[in-house]
């Protein structure tokens, strides 16, 4: 049977961590590249000063590394079981990157609102009160 055949790529920093892991699961490390690319520059149209305006796309860099392993192996299912269950598993890490500031900023919203409530609540009982103690007439004494 032909041996399974897979690449990633990751950030540089993030390698040899990728690569620890992927041999945990029975994948053996083949080969790696450095991939960088430059950034491009387009022109995109000139003023009529005689400016000349460009777009820049900016390059990348990161490493691509490419695994195989055998199906033949002793212990193959239960080494693809354990990979898809790893792979399942949230990352507490992904969710704080993904909510972010974004995250921070719903929990001020809600926080505000619930100030905000209490504000209302507070006022209407004081609205209320002075309006008891007036016989009926809302009385708004400002200062």
Not at 5 to 34: L, M
Request: glycine share 6%; net charge negative.
């Amino acid at each position: 049977m032909a041996k399974e055949i897979k690449s990633v790529s990751v950030a540089p920093s993030a390698e040899e961590e990728t690569i620890n892991v992927w041999q945990s699961f029975g994948w053996e490390f083949k080969s790696t590249q450095d991939v960088k690319t430059h950034d491009v520059q387009v022109f995109t149209g000139q003023d009529s000063d005689g400016t000349e305006h460009y777009r820049t796309t900016r390059g990348e860099h990161y490493v691509k590394i490419t695994f195989e392993r055998d199906p033949t192996r002793k212990n193959y299912s239960e080494l693809v079981a354990l990979e898809k269950q790893y792979y399942t598993v949230p990352d507490p890490g992904i969710r704080q990157c993904v909510l972010g500031n974004y995250g921070l900023s719903l929990l001020l919203l809600d926080y505000l609102y619930i100030l905000y409530q209490e504000f209302w609540l507070l006022y209407g009982d004081v609205c209320l009160i002075q309006k008891k103690a007036n016989n009926g007439k809302l009385i708004m004494i400002t200062g």
